[in-house]
T-cell receptor
């Protein structure tokens, strides 16, 4: 079965630092998403991306966050100045027109 | 508005059945069911679309009641491997839109 991949698997950073989380969606997919999950809580939507632009974003996705699809394969999430409360598991997902969203294995972000 | 899942937790003996419900106060386009084990990514189980039929996957099936805006996940003859947290994710618009997840139902299957 095709897979979404994410790197790194674990990122540790100091508060105030910038981080970039990387994802390689499934190659023929058109819709891309970032979700996050704080330890022990539910999965929360951050942003969706389609046709090279943000199609929807949540209230969590403020000016500190940005997404990019710099080439035909990668999809990145940047957090400009990390806060302690940004510590969470970040999942990338992608889907085609068949609705199912395929989740990647996640990046665990720890902000110290 | 997130969907409401019930129950919050359930403990089963191997071989027993369980039903997990997911309700929305808003009209749904689709309901996606995922299972997540500790420290892992959510794993897709199935999707129910508005106007669609009941779906099944091995001994796990689900239904979607459009009148009630509720989906139910049925686990029959549970196995130890069914343990995990079950999330429903709902879409309110057409495909490609965000999933809004419920709080999850923690299922524990004991020998």
């Amino acid at each position: 079965e095709p897979e979404v991949t994410q790197t790194p698997s674990h990122q540790v950073t100091q508060m105030g630092q910038e981080v970039i989380l990387r994802c390689v969606p499934i190659s023929n997919h058109l819709y891309f998403y970032w979700y996050r999950q704080i330890l022990g809580q539910k999965v929360e939507f951050l942003v969706s991306f389609y046709n090279n632009e943000i199609s929807e974003k949540s209230e969590i996705f403020d000016d500190q966050f940005s997404v990019e699809r710099p080439d035909g394969s990668n999809f990145t999430l940047k957090i400009r100045s990390t806060k302690l409360e940004d510590s969470a598991m970040y999942f990338c997902a992608s889907s085609s027109r068949e609705w199912r969203q395929f989740f990647g294995p996640g990046t665990r972000l720890t902000v110290l | 508005q997130q969907p409401v899942q019930s129950p919050q937790a359930v403990i089963l003996r191997e071989g027993e059945d369980a039903v997990i419900n997911c309700s929305s106060s808003k009209a749904l386009y689709s309901v996606h069911w995922y299972r997540q084990k500790h420290g892992e990514a959510p794993v897709f189980l199935m999707i129910l679309l508005k106007g669609g039929e009941q779906k099944g996957h091995e001994k796990i099936s689900a239904s979607f009641n459009e009148k009630k805006q509720q989906s139910s996940l049925y686990l029959t003859a549970s196995q130890l491997s069914y343990s995990g947290t079950y999330f429903c994710g709902t879409e309110w618009q057409t495909s490609g839109s965000r999933l809004t997840f419920g709080e999850g139902t923690q299922l524990t299957v004991n020998p």
